[in-house]
C-alpha cells in the first residue's frame, strides 16, 4: 500500500474512452526495444492465431542496439512449421519494433500449476 492509498500490483493496462479499464500485461514483464513498450500479451497473440502454432510465450533479450530484443518461444501444432513461417505471421501482423527477432522451438513451456506460462523460467 502507497502513502496514498493505493495498492501496486505490477500489472500495467488503460482506460478506454468508455471509462473501462483493460489490464494489458505486467510491468516487470515489458520489453523495451529502441525505447519503445512492447507488451509480451500482443505478441503471444499474434502469433498464437498462426494455425501450426500451440502456445507461444515471449520475453525480452539483451540487445546491443535496440536496449532489448523481442524472443518468442514456440510450441509446435504442425511440426512443419518453420522459424521463417513464425517470423514471416509476425510481420504480416506487427510493427517492425513488436516482431520477434529470435524463435526458439520447445516440445513444452513451463507452466505454473495452474497453468500460467511462467516467463520468468524462461529468461533464466
Known sequence: M???GFFRTGDMGYMDARG??????????MIIVSGFNVYPNEIEEVAA?????????????PDEHSG???KLF???????????DVKA???A???NYKRPRFIEFR???????????LRRELRG
Open 2 to 4: 502507497t502513502p496514498d
Open 74 to 84: 514456440v510450441v509446435r501444432k504442425d511440426a512443419s512449421v518453420t522459424e521463417a
Open 20 to 29: 473501462y479499464t483493460k489490464i494489458v500485461d505486467r510491468k516487470k514483464d
Open 49 to 61: 492465431m498462426h494455425a501450426g502454432i500451440a502456445e507461444c510465450a515471449a520475453i525480452g533479450v
Open 68 to 70: 532489448e530484443a523481442v
Open 93 to 95: 501482423n506487427l510493427t
Open 89 to 91: 505471421h509476425c510481420a
Open 107 to 117: 516440445e513444452q513451456l513451463p507452466k505454473s500449476n495452474v497453468g500460467k506460462i
